[in-house]
């Protein structure tokens, strides 16, 4: 999410004719429940980017009609602000602030809008359900949120974790699966629905607050594939309906669950067991709030604060000693700047120690990887040449997962650097020495990388 505020005005020229807004831009209103002092108002393109404006701008741009001159814009706004505004300076809103970010149509050659760029984001997306298919799905399961069913989900969950750890065990589903490996493709393929399934539950939480899911699809987030659902305009809910956006796919977890559990009185299939245990795992996988999980959006609900990893700088800047006071930070109300700093001061050192270990280990790790999908694949021929084709299937999948992670991790160190160098780039503009001192600065990481590398043997072995 983007955040724009306004600034002082002068003189820019009139536009050529009465402005209007871009095709497919939505105007969500004021961001009701925030962490702000002033609770700003969203603005969406067409692309699906979300901009976080001011009240003066939202209002500028709710009255941009295409039939509106900046006179006549002026004037409503300055009713409803209750202080003068002038044409002159409701062109230059428009003309600086408004139309560089995609929100006022162009005449002429489209011109690419700026869009975010968020730390730790999924890349490479795919849809999986179009929009319209999503909203479907989100109306025909929205029942399932209404509270006597939820609290009877709930209940019987609980029940059958009762009976699963205290009664029954998961040794007999063990068992069938060193019996029969070739079942771990039954885990694997419901595992995946079971993700899926998660993601209807996002869309239903969405539209049963009012408001419309945008598309399901799956992308690539650090190293591995993930599916996502675009809720983006359940911004326009409270922070009730945005947190039931946010839970509803653990919710359908539950579900999810209370159907395997129905399959298993049916067929007494211990495998089925296993697989509510794998779906209680990544039901607690996906309330971590330290990356872009399910917890990581309850906690930016629960706060009032979009984008939690863009505060990480601000807050980082705001603690130095005689630093400028960001208004990022200090236009938070104090308890959301209170939570948000708390956060901040968790997810740095998680981070570091993450990024670091895994640059450090990079060759190590992937040569690891590289040797596991070469004995898969020798396995996977062994298996075809005796017909047990199921065995290669399995094969098969987890020669895809290690070439996806080594890809993967070549694609986020590609992105780190990247990124680094951006904005190394973008510190040193304009200033010869910095733009030295930045370059000498990334050949000596370079080098010293590949050093420890090198002494390390992490070159040697494939």
């Not at 002092?37 to 969203?42: A, D």
Request: proline fraction near 6%.
């Amino acid at each position: 999410m983007q955040e724009v505020a306004s600034g002082q005005w002068s003189r820019s020229g009139e536009p050529a004719g009465p402005p209007r807004l871009a095709d497919g831009v939505e105007l969500l209103g004021e961001f009701k429940d925030s962490g702000y002092r002033e609770p700003p108002s969203l603005i969406r393109r067409a692309d699906g980017q979300v901009i976080q404006m001011s009240r003066l701008l939202y209002l500028v741009a709710s009255l941009i009609d295409g039939t509106r001159a900046p006179a006549g814009i002026a004037e409503v706004a300055s009713r409803r602000l209750g202080r003068t505004l002038t044409a002159e300076q409701v062109g230059y809103v428009i003309d600086t602030k408004l139309r560089p970010l995609g929100i006022i149509a162009r005449e002429g050659p489209p011109v690419t809008a700026p869009t975010a760029n968020p730390l730790l984001a999924l890349r490479a997306r795919g849809t999986l359900l179009p929009e319209r298919a999503a909203n479907i799905a989100g109306t025909f399961f929205r029942p399932l949120f209404r509270p006597p069913v939820m609290v009877a989900v709930i209940v019987s969950v609980a029940a059958v974790d009762y009976w699963l750890l205290s009664a029954h065990g998961l040794s007999a589903a063990f068992h069938q699966v060193l019996d029969n490996p070739a079942d771990l493709l039954i885990v694997a393929g419901l595992t995946i629905i079971s993700a899926m399934f998660h993601e209807c539950g996002h869309a239903a939480g969405c539209r049963y607050g009012g408001a419309r899911p945008g598309r399901i699809g799956v992308g690539i987030y650090l190293v591995w594939p993930a599916f996502f659902t675009n809720v983006t305009d359940s911004y326009r809910l409270s922070r009730a309906g945005r947190l039931r956006t946010d839970l509803g796919g653990v919710y359908f977890n539950l579900i999810f669950i209370l159907a395997l559990a129905g399959i298993y009185e049916g067929t007494s299939s211990e495998i089925l067991l296993l697989v509510i245990a794998v779906t209680h795992l990544e039901m607690l996988e996906q309330l971590l709030p330290f990356i872009r999980f399910d917890g990581y959006f309850i906690l930016s609900d629960i706060v009032g604060v979009p984008d939690l990893f863009a505060r990480v700088a601000p807050v980082v800047k705001s603690a130095l000693p005689h630093a400028a006071a960001d208004p990022r930070v200090t236009g938070l109300r104090p308890r959301a700047r209170m939570v948000i700093t708390s956060w901040v001061l968790s997810v740095i050192p998680l981070i570091i120690v993450m990024l670091g270990y895994f640059l450090l280990r990079l060759p190590d790790v992937n040569r690891a990887l590289w040797h596991s999908a070469s004995q898969q694949a020798h396995l996977m021929g062994t298996a075809l040449a005796g017909h047990h084709f199921a065995a290669a299937a399995i094969d098969a999948i987890s020669i895809t997962l290690v070439v996806m992670s080594i890809a993967g991790s070549v694609y986020v160190v590609t992105g780190l650097a990247r990124r680094a160098w951006t904005l190394g780039l973008r510190w040193s503009a304009g200033r010869p020495a910095r733009r030295l001192g930045t370059a000498a600065t990334a050949i000596a990481a370079t080098t010293l990388l590949a050093i420890f590398w090198a002494v390390q043997g992490q070159f040697e072995g494939w």
